[in-house]
T-cell receptor, first 114, second 109 residues
Framework: DSGVTQTPKHLITATGQRVTLRCSPR?????VYWYQQSLDQGLQFLIQ???????AKGNILERFSAQQFPDLHSELNLSSLELGDSALYFC?????????????FGPGTRLTVL | DAKTTQPNSMESNEEEPVHLPCNHS???????IHWYRQLPSQGPEYVIH???SNVNNRMASLAIAEDRKSSTLILHRATLRDAAVYYC??????????FGAGTRLFVKA
């Protein structure tokens, strides 16, 4: 158990809909990362937050947005969902987000878009 | 962002050492080399990281070439539980974490 929690574990929805994925980092960690893992794309970095502020952006679509709240939990919002958005979404956390930091990954949320 | 190259898959016998290679010829002086692994149906987990010197921890050893253009993750005695996808990643001050395709390790009993 990494100490990072993600809810829900599974999510099934329809094209065009909007969903919110939630992540609680390990106690004491200030930085949160979001990743998408699909069969054909591998593990793709989406975005990183540090203490409520966006720190780095990866291959995140404009239909996706994220935020980190004052209590340090984070949410990833996916809107106008398409079939290709079906994937595992992982959240990770680290102490500060430096290049030497270890990232601790949650168990993931499996999103299925029908 | 500097890229890494790893073999798609490797096979090992249980109880034998495993050497997982990674090439990173465009590495910069500030890039740290990290290794993570992903067990089936789980999120990735940290294995080890280093900058220039070889590193050891309870899970593995990391051997870094003198020119830093390649590195090798060493599992000293592979077990069935080590069957996973192993990712070699370069991380610098840019904060992005770029995962490659990784090496799928198969361990035979």
């Amino acid at each position: 158990d990494s100490g990072v929690t993600q809810t829900p574990k599974h999510l099934i929805t329809a094209t065009g809909q909007r969903v919110t994925l939630r992540c609680s980092p390990r106690s004491g960690d200030l930085s949160v990362y979001w990743y998408q893992q699909s069969l054909d794309q591998g593990l793709q970095f989406l975005i990183q937050y540090y203490n409520g502020e966006e720190r780095a952006k990866g291959n995140i679509l404009e239909r996706f947005s994220a935020q980190q709240f004052p209590d340090l939990h984070s949410e990833l919002n996916l809107s106008s969902l398409e079939l290709g958005d079906s994937a595992l979404y992982f959240c990770a956390s680290s102490v500060e987000g430096h290049s030497t930091d270890t990232q601790y990954f949650g168990p993931g949320t499996r999103l299925t878009v029908l | 962002d500097a890229k890494t190259t790893q073999p798609n898959s490797m096979e090992s016998n249980e109880e034998e050492p495993v050497h997982l290679p990674c090439n990173h010829s465009t590495i910069s002086g500030t890039d740290y080399i990290h290794w993570y692994r992903q067990l089936p149906s789980q999120g990735p987990e940290y294995v080890i990281h280093g900058l220039t010197s070889n590193v050891n921890n309870r899970m593995a050893s990391l051997a870094i070439a003198e020119d830093r253009k390649s590195s090798t993750l060493i599992l000293h005695r592979a077990t069935l539980r080590d069957a996973a996808v192993y990712y070699c990643i370069l991380k610098a001050g840019g904060f992005k974490t770029i995962f490659g395709a990784g090496t799928r390790l198969f361990v035979k009993a």
